[in-house]
């Protein structure tokens, strides 16, 4: 799962945004990818020679949420946090029914306005992190199955949720699910907005 555990792949992310890599080097780099790899006897956390974890993506989510705490802890005043566009609000502002956020436009679509009173929001995309070789684009998210990228993905996915972790990793893996990213968060139950 994007920014949950990479490993190998991971290290090819950042060269496949300036070249495609040989089958060969992404199958070498299978066998060290997926959380069934790894082996946990608390406290120790055991990972394959070459295996590395990267919380970026879930940091930042987890970031916001703790940060949300913090500040109902201190105060009643309603805020609207931020990180990189990884929103939590407290509550509506002060003699406003909700705040009012914009989700960036791809594409030459329109953006969305999206009226959150409380919650969170995270996107996940391509709009600025792909590879276009030959014409044809290739996003950022790579599927840990193949350890190629989704080629079928939507372009964007807002999903709004109680907290930014859920709704991070809702939008990443409707990335993940491709051209059924739309059944999948429908079956979630959530609301979301996506751009293809």
Same mark, same amino acid.
């Given at each position: +799962?994007?920014?949950? @555990?990479?490993?190998?792949?991971?290290?090819?992310?950042?060269? %496949?945004?300036?070249? @495609? /890599?040989?089958?060969?080097?992404?199958?070498?780099?299978?066998?060290?990818?997926?959380?069934?790899?790894?082996? &946990?006897?608390?406290?120790?956390?055991?990972?394959?020679?070459? +295996?590395?974890?990267? %919380?970026?993506?879930?940091?930042?989510?987890?970031?916001?949420?703790?940060?949300? !705490?913090?500040?109902?802890?201190?105060?009643?005043? /309603?805020?609207?946090?931020? $990180?990189?566009?990884? @929103? %939590?609000?407290?509550? /509506?502002?002060?003699?406003?029914?909700? &705040?009012?956020?914009? =989700?960036?436009?791809?594409?030459?679509?329109?953006?969305? +306005?999206?009226?959150?009173?409380?919650?969170?929001?995270?996107?996940?995309?391509?709009?600025?992190? %792909?590879?276009?070789?030959?014409?044809?684009?290739?996003?950022?998210? *790579?599927?840990?199955?193949?350890? &190629?990228?989704? *080629?079928?993905? /939507?372009?964007?996915?807002? =999903?709004?949720?109680?907290?930014?972790?859920?709704?991070? *990793?809702?939008?990443? @893996? !409707? +990335?993940?699910?491709?051209?059924?990213?739309?059944? $999948?968060?429908?079956?979630?139950?959530?609301?979301? &907005?996506?751009?293809?």
């Amino acid at each position: +799962m994007e920014g949950h @555990l990479r490993s190998g792949v991971h290290r090819h992310h950042h060269r %496949f945004r300036r070249r @495609l /890599p040989p089958q060969s080097d992404i199958d070498a780099l299978l066998d060290i990818v997926g959380w069934d790899k790894l082996h &946990w006897q608390s406290p120790i956390l055991r990972l394959k020679p070459g +295996m590395e974890i990267d %919380f970026g993506g879930i940091g930042k989510e987890y970031a916001v949420d703790r940060a949300a !705490a913090l500040v109902r802890d201190i105060t009643d005043t /309603p805020v609207l946090i931020n $990180f990189g566009g990884d @929103l %939590f609000a407290t509550a /509506p502002p002060a003699g406003q029914p909700h &705040w009012l956020v914009g =989700v960036e436009s791809i594409g030459g679509l329109q953006s969305a +306005m999206i009226q959150l009173q409380r919650g969170a929001l995270a996107t996940s995309g391509d709009a600025r992190r %792909f590879l276009l070789k030959n014409g044809k684009r290739y996003p950022h998210v *790579l599927n840990p199955r193949t350890g &190629w990228p989704v *080629l079928d993905a /939507p372009r964007s996915v807002t =999903v709004a949720a109680n907290t930014c972790v859920e709704a991070g *990793l809702l939008a990443t @893996l !409707a +990335m993940l699910h491709g051209r059924e990213a739309e059944d $999948f968060l429908a079956a979630q139950q959530v609301l979301h &907005w996506i751009q293809r």
